[in-house]
Each structure stands twice: as structure tokens, then as C-alpha cells.
T-cell receptor, first 115, second 115 residues
Framework: GAGVSQTPSNKVTEKGKYVELRCDPISGHTALYWYRQSLGQGPEFLIYFQGTGAADDSGLPNDRFFAVRPEGSVSTLKIQRTERGDSAVYLC?????????????FGNGTRLTVT | AQTVTQSQPEMSVQEAETVTLSCTYDTSESDYYLFWYKQPPSRQMILVIRQEAYKQQNATENRFSVNFQKAAKSFSLKISDSQLGDAAMYFCAYRTPLRDDKIIFGKGTRLHILP
């Protein structure tokens, strides 16, 4: 595809449930990033992948959050035992290479609402 | 740790006028990259302009230009001939080369264009 694709665009779930958010990056982009954006705030870093491996997961708030990228392309962000405080827009971005002036290309995000 | 500060939560400008959005950052690195992203209500983050720290010349992209003051750690965005389509949230972002590739975003400035 031409851009970064995120599915679903909206997800409503009940407190305590498990959710998976999917990101399909631009073909050939080796670096993939997950951010969380709360209302009125800037994107907050969660994790980034270089290829298949998580190069930095220091932004994941706790062990309920986990992300994978098994084949170095599509990534899934997984949230266990969701809490109301997890409600936010989850943004995915990809980049040609890490640590460069290559810009991040963002998807439209997944708005997660935990009721 | 690097930080990015946008001190103007909201700004307004008359259509066709010029507006400047402020951004300051804190880092001990000498080499890095700076970006301005635009986020309209559609949620998609769009790259507006980028600057390499080693370049003294300020970046320009059509109506958008930056005033990069490395010693002052300041990176402001100037929008000339403001148009209604410029209304959006604007985020300043900082990126280090290679290692520790957590692109850090400011909290954003909401720009209103007055017709």
C-alpha cells in the first residue's frame, strides 16, 4: 500500500478484556514505532522495532502491554486486562531507517476506548 | 534525557497573515534532527519540515520555514500566507541519529485560522 495502515480505526472494549491493534507499515521500511496519544497531548513513545526485534521498549507503561513484529513487517500491539486509563489513540509509524533524517510516516491511528 | 517544549497550547492567525510557532528542546547531543509535524482532525500526522542540526541554513518548504538557533536550542516554525487548511495541531519533534531512536514530541500547539 501507499501508506501506513492501522486496523481497526476504532475499538471499544470492556475493562479487563484483551485487545490487539495492527499496523502494516510502508513496504521496505525497516523501522516501526508505536506511540500513544491522549487527548490534547503529543504522541508518547511506546516501543520501536528495527526489523523483527524490539530495539527499545522502554516506553511500554507496564507488562500488560506487549508488541511483536515476527516477520519484520506487520506489527501487533497487544494489551491485556485493559483499563480505562488505556483509552487513547494508538499511532503507528514507519521509517526507512532508524536514527536518520528519514521522517516517520504515520498511520491514521486506532482510537481505543475502554468502558 | 531529551525533552521538547512547546509553550503555546493555542494560537490564532488571520488568513493570509504570518504566524510563528515556538519550540525549544533540551539535549546534550551535538548531532540530531528536528521535525515539525501537522495533525489535522483526521488524526494523520503529516511531516511539514525537517532540519539537520549540522546544517546552519534554515530549512524552507514553500510557505513553511524554520528559525533554527542551535545554541539557544530553539526551533520555531513560521507559516506565511496562512490558509484555512493550515488549521491543525502542530508538533515539534526531536530525533537522535542511530542509537536511542525514540523520537520525542512536544505537547503541540493548536493553530486556528481566522477567515
Amino acid at each position: 500500500g501507499a501508506g501506513v495502515s492501522q486496523t481497526p480505526s476504532n475499538k471499544v472494549t470492556e475493562k479487563g478484556k484483551y485487545v490487539e491493534l495492527r499496523c502494516d507499515p510502508i513496504s521496505g521500511h525497516t523501522a516501526l514505532y508505536w506511540y500513544r496519544q491522549s487527548l490534547g497531548q503529543g504522541p508518547e513513545f511506546l516501543i520501536y522495532f528495527q526489523g523483527t526485534g524490539a530495539a527499545d521498549d522502554s516506553g511500554l507503561p507496564n507488562d500488560r502491554f506487549f508488541a511483536v513484529r515476527p516477520e519484520g513487517s506487520v506489527s501487533t500491539l497487544k494489551i491485556q486486562r485493559t483499563e480505562r486509563g488505556d483509552s487513547a489513540v494508538y499511532l503507528c509509524a514507519s521509517s526507512r531507517a532508524e536514527g536518520s533524517n528519514s521522517p516517520l510516516h504515520f498511520g491514521n491511528g486506532t482510537r481505543l476506548t475502554v468502558t | 534525557a531529551q525533552t521538547v517544549t512547546q509553550s503555546q497550547p493555542e494560537m490564532s492567525v488571520q488568513e493570509a497573515e504570518t504566524v510563528t510557532l515556538s519550540c525549544t528542546y533540551d539535549t546534550s547531543e551535538s548531532d540530531y534532527y528536528l521535525f515539525w509535524y501537522k495533525q489535522p482532525p483526521s488524526r494523520q500526522m503529516i511531516l511539514v519540515i525537517r532540519q539537520e542540526a549540522y546544517k546552519q541554513q534554515n530549512a524552507t518548504e514553500n510557505r513553511f520555514s524554520v528559525n533554527f538557533q542551535k545554541a539557544a536550542k530553539s526551533f520555531s516554525l513560521k507559516i506565511s500566507d496562512s490558509q484555512l487548511g493550515d488549521a491543525a495541531m502542530y508538533f515539534c519533534a526531536y530525533r537522535t541519529p542511530l542509537r536511542d531512536d525514540k523520537i520525542i514530541f512536544g505537547k503541540g500547539t493548536r493553530l486556528h485560522i481566522l477567515p
